[in-house]
């Protein structure tokens, strides 16, 4: 059972405001990701981070920074939300043994944007 | 840069046997991985495969062939609940994370 937790699960919010979409993991991984993924979709990465202080941007840009103080704690944060910012948000973090990188899923978070 | 390909969808009834097949192009490849979502929830890890060869878990094993850059997940004795969102994702030793595919979404029929 992966322990990375998601906050809020859901959020409904108007336009212009700012949001911060927590992430923590309790598992000690140093590399964190958040995606981005539109109902029956792709998944997109737009933020990773190999561990604290350390924080790059992803495949697909993104208005959202991310910043990394913690090994556990991985915030992502949008300065004024649009309507385009409405997807589902999910955070993962990830480790390696032999070679082989598992990454372990948040539940993730449903932003509306109004 | 990196790209995979799998199929958009799959159907298949229940009992029967699925493949899903995916083609990539990385460089420095170093192991490909298969994630299964269910509609509403989160990926979860399925398998890993670093060499050529089929793993098996279960009912679920996945293969590989590194010099044909290719691997695909096969799914025995389906059951409704398997019906689900299947991402493999390629990890590379040079980006140290993981480039996932688009995503096959398999349906499985009574």
């Known amino acids: 059972e992966a322990d990375i937790y998601q906050t809020p699960r859901y959020l409904v919010i108007g336009t212009g405001k700012k949001i911060t979409l927590e992430c923590s993991q309790t598992?000690?991984?140093?590399?964190m990701y958040w995606y981005q993924q539109d109902p029956g979709m792709e998944l997109h990465l737009i933020h990773y981070?190999?561990?604290?202080?350390?924080?790059e941007k992803g495949d697909l840009s993104s208005e959202s920074t991310v910043s990394r103080i913690r090994t556990e704690h991985f915030p992502l944060t949008l300065e004024s939300a649009r309507p385009s910012h409405t997807s589902q948000y999910l955070c993962?973090?990830?480790?390696?043994?032999?070679?082989?990188?598992?990454?372990?899923f948040g539940p993730g978070t449903r932003l509306l944007v109004l | 840069g990196q790209s995979l390909e799998q199929p958009s969808e799959v159907t298949a009834v229940e009992g029967a046997i699925v493949q899903i097949n995916c083609t990539y192009q990385?460089?420095?490849?170093?192991?490909l991985s298969w994630y299964q979502q269910h509609d509403g929830g989160a990926p979860t890890f399925l398998s890993y495969n670093a060499l050529d060869g089929l793993e098996e878990t279960g009912r679920f094993s996945s293969f590989l062939s590194r010099s044909d850059s290719y691997g695909y997940l096969l799914l025995q004795e389906l059951q409704m609940k398997d019906s689900a969102s299947y991402f493999c994702a390629v990890s590379n030793t040079n980006a140290g994370k993981s480039t996932f595919g688009d995503g096959t979404t398999l349906t499985v029929k009574p």
């Open positions: 981070s190999y561990g604290v202080n350390s924080t």
């Open positions: 993962a973090s990830s480790e390696s043994r032999r070679g082989q990188e598992t990454q372990y």
């Open positions: 598992m000690g991984h140093d590399k």
């Open positions: 990385t460089s420095g490849f170093y192991g």
